[in-house]
């Protein structure tokens, strides 16, 4: 059940989106800069994920791929 | 981490060319009491020898040691919680193709990595595409691990097996979409199948029989898990400010019974051109596997071998006390400065206290672990 609300939040995303975002290529001076942007830190990010990984029973939500380890 | 290279591709569609990069880590992680101890050193470099194609390959080696928990139950003297030592080493690899044609991007990857005891090979697919004048991008991701275990002592599941397999695949489905100017929003849905040798070969658990005495066991989680798990992660700029935050929302569930929600936050301040402080906190809350107890009744054993058969009757037919899959809250909390030393060149510092917390007060609280983190680093972009 919780996984169709998600998909259909995903849906409603996609739909909003395509409905009222209307930014221009040239309007995107803000979300390149270095504090929006979600690369900022690729070893910092995964450095702390894989802390998370090792010691949570959870993990994943932000992507797919990467190694596996024994620690967990 | 791959749905992140996606929407930075995107937000710099207008590039001709992906940023170059080569850059350096050092982390530091301390548990209090002198537990486990990690100490890790990565690297990563890129090169876009095209507009249309990048290739970027991240390696990494941790160095672990120290104490950590057994699983097994405090000593009913003394209280004190057993503790193992150890040692070890992971080295791994990932290396990722990025190519993009027109509003399609396709990102094939490849990891592995190995310990003394483990071995990991993976594969990932994912894919973007962008539409909506780039406003909105679709992304699906598919990746596949393959993993092995070989432990010195190995625990009755293995028979005569040196090694046993763990086999891993991750589905995405994820929207990028710009709000505004200044908003980004990110919704992903990811399924995970996993089946194998899903235990801790470490981690033993304590069965406590009829007549009082007891004994501890090598652990025995199912073989199968199914992961459902969400994530929304929204960016904004505040311009009053000249700042930006970063928060976000996990809900996650499996078939080990297991609830779970993530939130996080972490908030940019630029001071001047060349400073940058980013506070950060995060709160995981989980509810604990459904076979999970910090000691249990009975005797695994076959029934051949026990003195009274009843033992037998109340052992269940998968179980754990690893401390991680228990009823828990964890909290990360810290700040990260980032000076740009030029434009091109970047030098980053953080602290981090992680604590975990039991959420239940038959858990051993000893178990869990508080620690301290910090890292250094350096990134270069050519």
Known sequence: MKAKLFLLLAAGTVLLGAGCADVKPWQRGTLAEYTMRPDRDPLGLMFFEHTWFSREAVTGGRGVGGGGCGCN | ?382
């Not at chain 2, 890790?40 to 080696?61: C, D, F, N, R, Y």
């Not at chain 2, 009053?240 to 976000?248: G, M, N, T």
């Not at chain 2, 000076?339 to 953080?350: F, G, I, P, R």
């Open chain 2, 1 to 382: 981490m791959l749905a992140s290279a996606f929407l930075a591709d995107w937000l710099l569609g207008g590039r001709a060319r992906a940023e170059q990069q080569l850059g350096y880590r050092y982390s530091y992680y301390q548990e209090d009491d002198h537990r486990i101890r990690v100490e890790t050193h990565s690297v990563i470099g890129e090169v876009a020898p095209t507009a249309w194609m990048s290739l970027k390959a991240q390696l990494v080696q941790d160095a672990i040691s120290g104490a950590t928990p057994t699983g097994s139950r405090p000593d009913p003297v003394t209280g004190e919680l057993p503790f193992a030592r150890l040692v070890d080493r992971r080295r791994a690899a990932d290396l990722e193709g990025t190519f993009r044609l027109d509003r399609l991007t396709l990102r094939p990857a490849f990891s592995y990595s190995v310990e003394d005891d483990y071995r990991s090979t993976g594969f990932a697919l994912n894919g973007s595409f962008d539409f909506n004048d780039r406003n909105t991008t679709l992304n699906l991701g598919c990746a596949r691990n393959n993993d092995f275990v070989f432990p010195a002592r190995r625990p009755q599941e293995f028979g005569k097996a040196k090694e046993l397999g763990k086999h891993t695949t991750d589905v995405l489905l994820g929207v990028n979409q710009v709000l505004t100017a200044k908003t980004l929003l990110t919704v992903n849905f990811t399924l995970g199948f996993a089946n194998g040798y899903l235990s801790d070969p470490y981690k033993a658990v304590t069965f406590e029989r009829l007549d009082t005495s007891f004994n501890d066991y090598y652990e025995m989680r199912p073989h199968h898990r199914f992961k459902q798990i969400g994530y929304v992660q929204l960016t904004q700029f505040v311009d009053a400010l000249d700042a930006s935050v970063e928060a976000s929302y996990r809900p996650y569930h499996d078939t080990w019974g297991i609830w779970s929600h993530t939130a996080g936050v972490q908030w940019f301040q630029k001071f001047g051109r060349h400073v940058i402080i980013a506070p950060l906190f995060r709160y995981m809350q989980q509810t604990k596997a459904s076979f999970y107890q910090p000691f249990f009744y009975g005797d695994p054993r076959p029934v051949f071998l026990l003195d009274d058969p009843n033992d037998a009757l109340t052992v269940p037919g998968h179980y754990s006390s690893d401390y991680r899959l228990g009823a828990l809250h964890t909290l990360t909390y810290g700040a990260e400065a980032t000076v740009l030393l030029t434009e091109k060149v970047h030098l980053n510092l953080s602290y981090s206290r992680y604590e975990m917390h039991s959420d239940r007060s038959n858990q051993p609280a000893d178990a869990f672990a508080k620690a301290h983190i910090f890292t250094i680093g350096i990134r270069a972009f050519f």
